[in-house]
């Protein structure tokens, strides 16, 4: 199968399904706006998943091995990262993982569970604080150039660090010396980092890559202050099949983790262990054939973006472009961009502030090029109107 622009061109109907993205808005309603991809699974998946699906056993299965193993083996080639299997607790996804972390933060340090989240980022970095319990504290980041502040904040009464690695919606990827100094940071405060590196299969061009933030410790009792959440689901647009892991290298920590899989939290659907293997063991030339279609979208968004005059985050990983229009904010009488998009053009987008980030909005370009330019066209016409 060649994953060429053709493969990607080819619209899935997903208005016709069940897609939380493209039924939530009226059918006139172009939906560039929940993370997941309107691209056709790569044929190694759907083959994988057709031929479980025909077996017609839908016991309890049991955690696959295979899958895992396909897991660990792709990021050593792919990223040089070993990881222990030993480490590996399953997870039916990302978001879930989040909440244990914050658990385990209010569970073992009393009195210091407050976590930095980084400002904007994903939302469930927020709710999974909040609903755990325990307080979150912002790090601002900077939209354009190097995010991160120059000074870090104090850290009395804090226990951990949430980072989300690529960071969405910024589009960052981070450089060594961001994390080294995250790392040192965390060190000299005693604090635990979770890095949510769910988006870690999409950065977009060489010589910049993702950068698993483990694969930095730089001894063992480093690594045991670090764990992070990967999943095959943003990478190859299989999120409906909810497969995540956490890797958590100390014992003691993972033994929290351990505790709530299959007693609180589901295990793994056989769906999503089927799919999860061969996304790692067969998914590569899909991936490259997907970026290579993303980095189109990229520039034709950027152009848009420019012509506009709005400005747009340098997009370097994930396929959400993250645009500010808080420059608009003088003709739309109060209401949001997001909201003004979604009136006059009949375009959905994430408002920019459930990041963190209000006057912004947050653009899914995995879609067809074709879709995408409609898009442009019809939000490039609303700004005319509205600035006229
Ligand atoms: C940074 C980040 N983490 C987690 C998730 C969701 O993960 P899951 O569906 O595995 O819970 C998303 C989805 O958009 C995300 O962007």
């Given at each position: 199968?060649?994953?060429?622009?053709?493969?990607?061109?080819?619209?899935?109907?997903?208005?016709?399904?069940?897609?939380?993205?493209?039924?939530?808005?009226?059918?006139?309603?172009?939906?560039?706006?929940?993370?997941?991809?309107d691209?056709?699974?790569?044929?190694?998946?759907?083959?994988?998943?057709?031929?479980?699906?025909?077996?017609?056993?839908?016991?309890?299965?049991?955690?696959?091995?295979?899958?895992?193993?396909?897991?660990?083996?792709?990021?050593?080639?792919?990223?040089g990262?070993?990881?222990d299997?030993?480490?590996?607790?399953?997870?039916?996804?990302?978001v879930?993982?989040?909440?244990?972390?914050?658990?385990?933060?209010?569970?073992?340090?009393?009195?210091?569970s407050?976590?930095?989240?980084?400002?904007?980022?994903?939302?469930?970095?927020?709710?999974?604080?909040q609903?755990?319990?325990?307080?979150?504290?912002?790090?601002?980041?900077?939209?354009?150039?190097?995010?991160l502040?120059?000074t870090?904040?104090?850290?009395?009464?804090?226990?951990g660090?949430?980072l989300?690695?690529p960071q969405?919606?910024?589009g960052?990827?981070?450089?060594?010396?961001?994390?080294?100094?995250?790392?040192?940071?965390?060190?000299?405060n005693g604090?635990?980092?979770?890095?949510?590196?769910?988006?870690?299969g999409?950065?977009?061009?060489?010589?910049?890559?993702?950068?698993?933030?483990?694969?930095?410790?730089?001894?063992?009792?480093e690594?045991?202050?670090?764990?992070?959440?990967?999943a095959?689901?943003?990478?190859?647009?299989?999120?409906?099949?909810?497969?995540?892991?956490?890797?958590?290298?100390?014992p003691?920590?993972?033994?929290?983790?351990?505790?709530?899989y299959?007693?609180?939290?589901?295990?793994?659907?056989?769906?999503?262990?089927?799919?999860?293997?061969?996304?790692?063991?067969?998914?590569?030339?899909?991936?490259?054939?997907?970026?290579?279609?993303?980095?189109r979208?990229?520039?034709?968004?950027?152009?848009?973006?420019?012509?506009w005059?709005?400005?747009?985050?340098?997009?370097?990983?994930t396929?959400?472009?993250?645009?500010?229009c808080?420059?608009?904010?003088?003709?739309?009488?109060?209401?949001?961009?997001?909201?003004f998009f979604?009136r006059?053009?009949?375009?959905?987008?994430h408002?920019?502030a459930?990041?963190?980030?209000?006057?912004?909005?947050?653009?899914?370009?995995?879609?067809?090029?074709?879709?995408?330019?409609?898009a442009?066209e019809?939000m490039?016409?609303a700004?005319?109107?509205?600035?006229?």
């Open positions: 199968m060649d994953y060429d622009f053709g493969f990607f061109d080819v619209p899935l109907h997903r208005e016709r399904g069940d897609s939380v993205k493209w039924t939530q808005f009226g059918a006139d309603v172009i939906p560039l706006w929940i993370a997941d991809m691209f056709r699974a790569c044929e190694e998946i759907v083959a994988a998943l057709t031929r479980r699906a025909q077996e017609g056993c839908y016991g309890y299965a049991r955690d696959s091995q295979a899958a895992i193993r396909a897991m660990i083996a792709y990021h050593r080639e792919q990223y990262w070993e990881i299997p030993e480490w590996v607790v399953p997870q039916p996804g990302v879930t993982a989040l909440n244990l972390f914050c658990r385990l933060l209010r569970e073992t340090c009393p009195g210091r407050d976590v930095f989240i980084n400002e904007p980022v994903y939302h469930h970095f927020m709710s999974a604080a609903l755990q319990g325990i307080r979150e504290r912002r790090v601002e980041l900077r939209p354009f150039g190097e995010p502040p120059e870090l904040p104090d850290a009395d009464g804090a226990g660090w949430m989300c690695n969405n919606p910024l960052h990827l981070w450089r060594e010396g961001e994390l080294r100094r995250i790392l040192d940071f965390a060190a000299v604090l635990l980092v979770a890095s949510d590196e769910i988006h870690g999409l950065a977009l061009d060489a010589p910049h890559t993702y950068l698993p933030l483990l694969s930095l410790a730089r001894d063992d009792a690594r045991r202050r670090l764990m992070a959440f990967v095959p689901s943003k990478t190859w647009n299989v999120p409906g099949l909810g497969c995540a892991f956490a890797i958590v290298p100390d003691t920590f993972r033994a929290h983790f351990t505790r709530d299959d007693n609180l939290i589901p295990g793994i659907n056989l769906f999503g262990w089927v799919g999860a293997e061969a996304a790692y063991r067969f998914g590569e030339p899909w991936r490259l054939g997907m970026l290579a279609y993303l980095r979208n990229r520039a034709l968004f950027e152009e848009a973006a420019r012509a005059g709005l400005p747009l985050c340098r997009l370097e990983a396929y959400l472009g993250f645009l500010d808080s420059s608009l904010a003088p003709w739309l009488g109060g209401e949001s961009p997001r909201d979604l006059t053009a009949k375009v959905a987008l408002d920019g459930i990041f963190g980030a209000p006057g912004w909005v947050r653009v899914n370009l995995a879609t067809q090029t074709a879709t995408l330019r409609a442009i019809r490039g016409n700004l005319a109107s509205l600035r006229r």
